[in-house]
């Protein structure tokens, strides 16, 4: 991989409740290729697929209810933060929840299977368009121990969630052990960087991958750390 083009996705337009996003991505001035990877925000997945709850506009402590009941455990309370471990086995604020960039009065919640979800619009491309492309679902997450937000990989379909160099060999022919790279999670970064938080672009196409990181079967669960693996929980 000598070099990579990202493409912002303009034109989706504001999704609603049962749109099909593969047909609003083609509708669009998207111009996919085969071995493109297609990265489009959980908030529209959300949003296409209903996960849209009503909150009370006027407090802004009504979404923690939710917050609850999408954790299948709390890891740590301070003040009005919750981390919290999703049924998904993500490790995240508020177990996923967000308020941003919809309507006053509503919250998101994360896409029940966000590999589901990516593997449908990815069927839908190849179904209407031809094209053979891999789909990340990204969303935005804090990271412990840094300030500041980016985006990850929480669904993926069609590209490997983790590439595995354990074997291979360092430029000084030292042998690997125990790099993986979390691929989907760098694809969904690089597509944050033209779609950005407050643009209005919930999609972008990144090109230029390496051929063998597409792959028909993929989840992203590859990514979570077992617990026993895990030395800070």
């Known amino acids: 991989m000598s070099a990579l083009e990202i493409f912002a996705v303009n034109g989706i337009g ?23 990877c297609l990265v489009i925000t959980q ?31 709390v890891l740590r309370r301070r003040g009005d933060l919750i981390i919290s471990e999703t049924s998904h086995g993500f490790v ?26 990516a593997r449908g619009i990815r069927d839908r491309l190849k ?3 031809g094209v053979d492309v891999g789909v990340v679902v990204s969303d935005t997450f804090g990271r412990p121990w840094r300030r500041g937000v980016t985006d990850i990989a929480i669904g993926c379909a069609g590209i490997a969630a ?19 790279v979390a691929a989907v999670d760098e694809i ?18 990144v090109r230029g991958l390496r051929e063998e990181w597409f792959r028909p079967s993929c989840v992203v669960g590859e990514i979570v750390r077992p617990p026993a693996e895990d030395l800070f929980r």
């Open 188 to 205: 969904a970064a690089a597509a944050d960087l033209v779609m950005g938080k407050a643009q209005g672009i919930p999609a972008a196409i």
């Open 92 to 117: 995240c604020a508020n177990a996923g929840i967000d308020l941003s960039n919809v309507e006053r009065g509503q919250a998101a919640l994360l896409p029940i299977d966000s590999d589901r979800s």
């Open 14 to 36: 504001e999704v609603r409740p049962g749109d099909d996003l593969a047909s609003l991505i083609l509708d669009s001035d998207a111009d996919l290729a085969d071995r493109d």
């Open 43 to 73: 908030k529209v997945v959300s949003k296409a697929e209903n996960r849209i709850v009503e909150v009370d506009p006027d407090d802004p402590l009504s979404h923690k209810p939710l917050v609850e009941r999408e954790s299948v455990r």
């Open 127 to 129: 179904a209407r368009a």
């Open 162 to 180: 983790i590439v595995d160099l354990r074997g291979s060999t360092d430029t000084f022919g030292r042998e690997l052990k125990v790099t993986e």
